[in-house]
């Protein structure tokens, strides 16, 4: 079985495209199981730098698909994707879904997958970032922004975008990433933020986590954050605002993006992570005095306290009630200071 495993692997780099094509759909199937997984591992030397040449080499066949899939099997191993990255993978992917998205988006889907788990590992986010060429540093990432706001589809299966949601929040853990995606002149957060209107949950979620992760800057580029509040207090409020129809007093103080959604009934977000993301982004921009005025302007406090009677969830509690707390003798102040500035 070795022999021929050994032999299977060196036909990924035969002078024959159809040998390369029947052997890399072996080699794909292999990767679906665990047997064929270890195996392949202990031969990562050979397997995973002629996968990434098939990759490059015929992208507009069904072997270049193949050889994504299987590369995007084999990287939900850290090592392996700690191994892949230092071969190039990153620039590798982002080349052919620059050349073949439209052709073929089946091939770029399982190539943005495979950005996820090569972004799981530090080198991955480094390598996307493009950390240390400054003249094209945030190319790649500015890159699969556009292309995930303009691709956003109400099917699921043809939304060939739709995981870099996920990217966005495996670079928004580090501080690079998160530079990036609020530096003003390239509006990348701004962009993301309008997709939390999507109906898809995978791109939901991986906004709200995103704009969480972006908040740890909240110390430092408060005003940033605070430049797209008209963009931002939707985002975080509505899905910690509850199912209720607010009165006209309540949306009389309130922004017309929050007051027109909350004036009729709504779909709960059922998504407790999604619920529990939105409330420690707001705490971490209410931490700063100028988060909390802003916050009262949009009669913030009412919204969370309108939200807490319809949770249920313990953690989302703890985290509604962590808010109150910080609030609890800050509030008569700033909350006349943030009437006066509506």
């Given at each position: 079985?070795?022999d021929?495993?050994?032999?299977?692997?060196?036909?990924l780099?035969?002078h024959?495209?159809?040998?390369?094509?029947?052997a890399?759909?072996?080699?794909?199937?292999?990767t679906g199981?665990e047997?064929?997984?270890?195996?392949?591992t202990?031969?990562?030397?050979?397997?995973?730098?002629?996968?990434?040449?098939?990759?490059a080499?015929a992208?507009?066949?069904?072997?270049?698909?193949?050889?994504?899939?299987?590369?995007?099997?084999?990287?939900q191993?850290?090592?392996?994707?700690?191994?892949?990255?230092?071969l190039?993978?990153?620039?590798?992917?982002?080349?052919?879904?620059?050349?073949?998205?439209?052709?073929?988006?089946?091939?770029?889907r399982?190539?943005?997958?495979?950005?996820?788990?090569?972004?799981?590992?530090?080198s991955?986010?480094?390598?996307l970032?493009?950390v240390?060429?400054?003249?094209?540093?945030?190319?790649y990432?500015a890159k699969?922004?556009?292309?995930?706001?303009?691709s956003?589809s109400?099917?699921?299966?043809?939304?060939?975008?739709?995981?870099?949601?996920?990217?966005?929040?495996n670079?928004?853990?580090?501080?690079?990433?998160?530079?990036?995606?609020?530096?003003?002149?390239?509006?990348?957060?701004?962009q993301?933020?309008?997709?939390?209107?999507?109906?898809?949950?995978?791109r939901?979620?991986?906004?709200?986590?995103t704009?969480?992760?972006?908040?740890?800057?909240?110390?430092t580029?408060?005003?940033s954050l605070?430049?797209?509040?008209?963009?931002?207090?939707?985002?975080?409020?509505?899905?910690?605002a509850?199912?209720?129809?607010?009165?006209e007093?309540?949306?009389?103080?309130?922004?017309?993006?929050?007051?027109?959604?909350?004036?009729?009934?709504?779909e709960?977000?059922e998504?407790?992570?999604?619920?529990?993301?939105?409330?420690?982004?707001?705490?971490?921009i209410?931490?700063?005095?100028?988060g909390r005025r802003?916050?009262?302007s949009v009669?913030?406090?009412?919204?969370?306290?309108?939200?807490?009677?319809d949770?249920?969830?313990?953690?989302?509690?703890e985290?509604?009630?962590l808010i109150?707390?910080?609030?609890?003798?800050?509030g008569e102040?700033?909350q006349?200071?943030g009437?006066?500035?509506?």
């Open positions: 079985m070795a021929e495993l050994d032999e299977l692997i060196g036909f780099s035969d024959n495209p159809q040998v390369r094509g029947a890399v759909d072996i080699v794909r199937g292999l199981g047997d064929g997984l270890r195996a392949l202990a031969r990562a030397d050979r397997a995973l730098p002629a996968l990434l040449r098939l990759l080499s992208a507009g066949s069904g072997a270049g698909e193949a050889a994504a899939d299987a590369l995007v099997n084999l990287s191993d850290a090592a392996l994707a700690a191994r892949l990255v230092a190039g993978a990153v620039a590798a992917a982002m080349d052919v879904v620059d050349r073949r998205a439209r052709e073929q988006p089946g091939l770029a399982s190539l943005v997958m495979l950005l996820v788990n090569l972004t799981h590992v530090e991955g986010v480094a390598a970032l493009q240390g060429d400054e003249k094209v540093q945030g190319l990432v699969l922004v556009r292309s995930f706001c303009r956003s109400d099917s699921e299966d043809q939304d060939i975008f739709e995981y870099v949601a996920s990217i966005l929040v670079i928004s853990k580090v501080e690079a990433g998160r530079r990036t995606l609020m530096e003003p002149k390239r509006g990348l957060l701004k993301i933020i309008r997709q939390f209107d999507s109906t898809n949950q995978l939901k979620k991986g906004v709200a986590g704009i969480r992760n972006c908040c740890f800057e909240a110390d580029q408060l005003q605070l430049s797209l509040a008209e963009y931002l207090w939707p985002a975080l409020l509505l899905p910690v509850g199912k209720k129809i607010y009165n007093e309540d949306r009389s103080k309130m922004p017309l993006e929050l007051s027109s959604a909350l004036s009729h009934e709504r709960a977000v998504d407790s992570g999604i619920r529990q993301q939105a409330l420690e982004a707001i705490y971490m209410v931490l700063q005095d100028d802003s916050f009262w009669n913030g406090p009412r919204i969370l306290q309108v939200g807490y009677e949770e249920d969830d313990p953690k989302v509690m985290a509604y009630e109150g707390s910080l609030l609890v003798g800050k102040g700033e006349e200071q009437e006066k500035s509506q």
